[in-house]
């Protein structure tokens, strides 16, 4: 599942030793809703377009709204719902992924300088299993791991600067993902029949570059993933087996570009 991230068409750079990408598990994105601008907004709204390319030349298109909502000082929630289209040898196929719910908490700033913590989680849309012409698809073509995900994170900022750091635990798979390699005709994609993914850990960094007229912010921003054991699958034999490989770092490096909400 090594995918190169075009965020808003524009790429810096992408390493990968295999991991889950940003797109799917969507650790990547966590807290990103809290700092769409350098304004201080009671209501946020934010829509993001990605492209990519995978495995076996699969083409994605990967959309996501959200909706950020300030309490009070200390106190804020976001909620995002993720979309996308994939397209390759097996077909097309189109469908919503996942949502999102998260809560954030700030503490008092001092000397430019400030801390918050955040908590949400992850509900799919689907289990993973979507098929095109009743055939089973691999996970490069599904818009959902179809895991139930914890999500902590801590940030800290600094000026323009962001800091963060995050861990995705899946509580609960729903994943009823029916692919076999051996029976699709081709070796582009490894096997993941019932599927099982494995916590992921994050560090990234962010700097914020305001428009002249306040109407966009745009986000450079590297990403450090690390997917912390090894995913399995049932093989064709009913026996559970390890995916070689699928422990390991993931490096991003994008660039987004949003539009300032409204108060």
Not at 116 to 129: D, E, R, W, Y
Not at 219 to 226: E, G, H, R, S
Request: charged residues 20%.
């Amino acid at each position: 599942m090594r995918k190169l991230l075009y965020i808003m068409l524009i790429v810096l750079a992408t390493t990968n030793s295999y991991a889950q990408g940003c797109s799917d598990a969507g650790i990547c994105s966590i807290g990103n809703n809290f700092s769409a601008s350098g304004k201080v907004l009671k209501n946020n709204v934010e829509f993001s377009v990605i492209f990519g390319k995978g495995e076996g030349d699969v083409s994605y298109f990967s959309n996501y709204i959200s909706y950020t909502r300030k309490i009070n000082d200390k106190i804020s929630w976001s909620s995002k719902v993720t979309f996308s289209s994939a397209s390759g040898s097996f077909g097309k196929r189109s469908a919503f992924g996942d949502a999102f719910l998260i809560g954030k908490y700030t503490f008092a700033a001092k000397d430019n300088k400030q801390w918050s913590i955040l908590l949400g989680s992850k509900i799919p849309f689907t289990t993973s299993n979507l098929k095109i012409n009743g055939f089973s698809l691999p996970l490069d073509y599904q818009s959902s791991l179809g895991t139930f995900d914890l999500l902590l994170a801590t940030n800290f900022k600094y000026k323009k600067w962001d800091f963060n750091s995050a861990i995705q635990i899946p509580v609960f798979n729903n994943n009823k993902n029916s692919y076999f390699e051996e029976f699709s005709g081709t070796d582009d994609f490894l096997s993941t029949n019932l599927f099982e993914r494995k916590s992921d850990a994050l560090f990234r960094a962010t700097y914020s570059i305001n428009t002249k007229n306040q109407k966009f912010t745009f986000k450079p921003n590297v990403l450090f993933i690390y997917h912390l054991s090894e995913d399995s699958f049932e093989n064709i034999y009913g026996k559970r087996e390890n995916i070689i490989g699928s422990e390991g770092l993931t490096i991003n490096g994008n660039l987004i570009s949003t539009p300032v909400g409204c108060n």
